[in-house]
């Protein structure tokens, strides 16, 4: 984002935040403050622009939130399927390289997952749009992938959302819980790229000990 000089710029100024840079900053309000808890006015303030340049652009705040989400989590969308489109590997292979993918994602944009925790505790119209759009998608491929893989004698379980509460709650804990992280010393710079590799290589291969038969540890032969 262009330097500013004082004062609040209008829509047409140069240095005026872009659509994506209004939106990823919305996104993160949201995630950190809650629907309730997040005022539009404030989120102006707080990127020295007119109070009046996000309702202009995006509407009200139902649907600011809708269209930050769709930002953020559409991003994610796309690399996952670009993941998707050059797998290595065996199935187990695959599988562990797009979770490794999947927390790596997550962890240079750690206000997706906080996005999901305040909306999941209790359900509503957000908790529907960000399932049916976001997480039903991959909760319908896990469950394809992990039920082939523990019928060909892989893996010891076909529950899907066993392992996408790993991967969002386990391995994504110190992630969206970014206060809590630091009391334990284990938190992640997400503009570190050398950081994040190496804590989501780390988390999914704990997460991939216990989720693998004996069978299939590196080494067995199992394909």
Known sequence: MASRGRGRPAAGDPATP???ELLDAALVA?????????????????LD?????I???????????????????????????????????????????????????NATRPSL??????????????LDFLFERYIEPVRQFGATVLADLQASGQVRTSSVALMYFLMT?????????????????????PDDPEAVRRYSEEAVEVLFEGLLTRDA?????VN
Do not use: C
């Open 18 to 20: 872009s659509d994506g």
């Open 30 to 46: 949201f995630a950190d403050r809650g629907f309730d808890g997040t005022s539009v006015r404030e989120l102006a303030r707080a």
């Open 49 to 53: 622009v007119s109070h009046n340049l």
């Open 55 to 105: 309702p202009q652009r995006f509407g009200s705040k139902e649907q600011l939130w809708y269209l930050a989400v769709d930002h953020g989590f559409g991003r994610l969308a796309a690399e996952m399927g670009a993941a998707l489109a050059d797998p290595p590997g065996d199935d187990v292979a695959q599988l562990r390289a797009l979770v490794v993918r999947f927390v790596a994602a």
């Open 113 to 126: 997952l906080r996005i999901i925790n305040q909306e999941a505790a209790s359900p509503g119209p957000r």
């Open 169 to 189: 709650h386990g391995a994504g804990g110190p992630l969206s819980l970014g206060a809590l992280a630091e009391r334990f010393g284990e938190t992640v710079d």
């Open 217 to 221: 540890e590196p080494g067995s032969g």
